[in-house]
């Protein structure tokens, strides 16, 4: 056999030997990377961190401000980054605003290319189409998984994971990571330093990953 031939012969079985594989492959089996496909495309399309800021403008009455809950807290931050602007605005008074006023904080152009289309349902059922997203959350690596077989007839699993994380730009600030101190975390736990979890259930076509917490 010459050295040509053998060199073609050889490089057709290395085309050969991935179609192989996939000929092979079962999408169903609890393998890295069945996991790491389903993960993968789990995250980019749910991978997004929002802060259920769904309908804008958002209004604060003076108690509220004055009670510090979250948007008291939040709101003037993204003021001052150029996220959103304020008004104080007359309102119909009533027992919970005596004052008849609210300050309403709507989205500055700026602030607009993170409300991003976020399908949600609250758990009074109310539906959201956007919400204000901050950061998006890519696969690292795939620690290790736990199987869930109590149920034959609906296998289920846990993969572990760490994560690279995208984070919009004026997180750089120190007031907004202050007061979004969950966000500073996860934030901080990329690359490794912390490990996240996603659940899966077994469908007809290979792993379809859970809604809500696991």
Request: hydrophobic share 45%.
């Given at each position: 056999m010459t050295s040509m031939l053998r060199k073609i012969l050889t490089t057709g079985l290395l085309v050969l030997l991935p179609a192989a594989c996939d000929l092979n492959h079962d999408p169903r089996a609890a393998t890295r990377q069945n996991f790491r496909h389903?993960?993968?495309d789990t995250l980019a399309e749910r991978g997004d961190i929002c802060l259920a800021m769904f309908d804008w403008p958002l209004e604060l009455t003076p108690a509220e401000a004055g009670a510090g809950t979250r948007h008291a807290v939040q709101l003037p931050v993204f003021?001052?980054?150029?996220?959103?602007?304020?008004?104080?605005v007359d309102v119909p008074k009533t027992a919970d605003n005596p004052q008849g006023v609210v300050k309403r904080y709507a989205l500055t152009g700026e602030g607009r290319k993170y409300y991003k289309p976020h399908p949600y349902t609250s758990r009074d059922g109310a539906g959201h189409a956007r919400?204000?997203?901050?950061?998006?959350?890519?696969?690292?690596?795939?620690?290790?998984?736990?199987?869930?077989?109590?149920?034959?007839?609906?296998?289920?699993?846990?993969?572990?994971?760490?994560?690279?994380?995208?984070?919009?730009?004026?997180?750089?600030?120190a007031d907004a990571?202050?007061?979004l101190p969950m966000v500073a975390r996860a934030i901080e736990g990329a690359g490794g330093r912390l490990q996240l979890r996603q659940?899966?259930?077994?469908?007809?076509?290979?792993?379809?990953?859970?809604?809500?917490?696991?």
């Open positions: 389903a993960l993968e003021e001052k980054l150029g996220l959103a602007t304020s008004t104080v919400d204000f997203c901050v950061a998006h959350v890519r696969l690292e690596r795939i620690v290790g998984w736990q199987l869930d077989t109590h149920d034959a007839a609906h296998p289920a699993a846990v993969v572990s994971y760490t994560y690279e994380i995208d984070p919009a730009p004026w997180l750089q600030d990571r202050r007061v659940g899966f259930t077994l469908g007809e076509q290979g792993w379809v990953a859970s809604s809500g917490p696991v």
